[in-house]
């Protein structure tokens, strides 16, 4: 098993669900920028498809890590844009998402001042809404309750110091308290403990739910599941139960955004940490189940059958990527904090996601880095 540092709790799983059949959309080879037939793709192995369908953003993945290694290449050249976009101009109603995600704020390393530093510069694109994607604390899943509250009071602190346009939280996985139960010495019976300490964190009932924003809908997921002393990402049958209702009760023609912290499906899943020698080739390409959404295939089948879901965000990677399956956008964005404050990771600088939300479901995305310099 590989080792990665993406936090207390990855394991590996070995089978996912099997789709039926799955088309490549001649709009995603131009929107990823390698070559695809668009002809359908035969039904031999669902999880093999699936990757070989995702596989399509590969070219993005490496060009934006090329553009922000040199750094001499504006951002605005290595953005991700949707299909069928109008070619210039905002377009009346358009609304702007500011997506932050993966703060892990801590008291170390400038943390504190990097968060602010984000928001500050989000702020300056005139968000009209900002998400923060999960793990907005570094880390309450292993820390003792001290540690836990003074995380929550910089962050709570920092948010309400920085942050002046509505702004909305999904939950990662470092947000939950004491799961880790050795390390955290919690008990279980505490009255915050685990998600609940999220949702305070946050100022929320849940830690899913949606709301819309001008002409689009929001769905923020829950992608944590705990497994032993760990986590795992899928969600849980009440929630998918709540997300069919959710989506049923979406017109087809209302746009949606779908934000969950783990990645529903993601190239860069793929890419962290694999091993890189010959010894692996010819062997399965593996997805550890706490890197990417287990219930991939479902989610992914739900979204094509409702037909207003538009684009899913995530983070938790701190990676960068974009694949689009089935005329359906599926966007990792990289983390605001980098490497847990240590520096850009593969070649992905801090930064946060900025979209304009078209009206009529379009968009664009791009990776804005916020100036931030690593001191350490
Ligand atoms: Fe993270």
Known sequence: ??????????????????????????????????????????????????????????????????????????????????????????????????????????????????????????QTNKPDLIITGGDAVMDVFEAKRSRAEQLRGIFQGTLKREC???????????DILGWNRKKSESTGTEADWGKRFACDLFGISRNYYTFDHGPWRFICLDSVQPKDDRYTAYLDDAQMEWLTQTLAATPKSMPVAVVSHIPILSLTALTYGAPRSREHVGTDTVIFNGEMHTDATLLHDLFKQAGNVKVCLSGHVHLLDHCMIDGISYICDGAVCGSWWKGAVEGIPEGYGVLDLRPDGTFTHRYERYGWQAQV
């Open 1 to 122: 098993m590989r080792t990665l540092n993406r936090g207390p709790g990855t394991l590996y799983t070995k089978d996912m669900e099997q789709p039926s059949t799955t088309r490549v959309s001649p709009s995603a080879a131009t929107t990823c920028g390698t070559s695809a037939s668009g002809a359908p793709v035969p039904a031999t192995s669902g999880r093999r498809n699936f990757l070989r369908n995702a596989i399509i953003g590969a070219g993005t993945l490496s060009a934006m890590r090329a553009a922000f290694a040199g750094r001499a290449v504006p951002i605005e050249q290595s953005a991700v844009t949707a299909p069928a976009a109008p070619p210039t101009g905002i377009v009346p109603g358009t609304i702007r998402l500011a997506h932050l995600t993966d703060i892990h704020v801590q008291p170390e390393l400038r943390a504190e001042a990097g968060m602010a530093s984000a928001f500050n510069h989000a």
């Open 164 to 174: 002046s346009v509505p702004v909305h939280h999904v939950t990662g996985n470092h």
